[in-house]
């Protein structure tokens, strides 16, 4: 079984939520938390300049 290859998150970095509440929208990665528990949070900026937290999990970065 392959084992999915993974990038590290960057600000700056172009991005796409695959899943979770905000599935579908895109945006630039600006601000990346680690919390106690172990799980990647980030801000992603929108174009139209709307915010939204979301998990690192539920996110690709594009090329």
Known sequence: MKTPTTIKLRDGDQCKVIAGTHAGKSGTVTDINTSKTGHITI?????????F?????????ES
Do not use: D, E, I, W
């Open 43 to 51: 801000t992603v900026v929108q174009k139209n300049g709307g915010r």
């Open 53 to 61: 937290k979301t998990l690192g999990k539920n996110v690709v970065v």
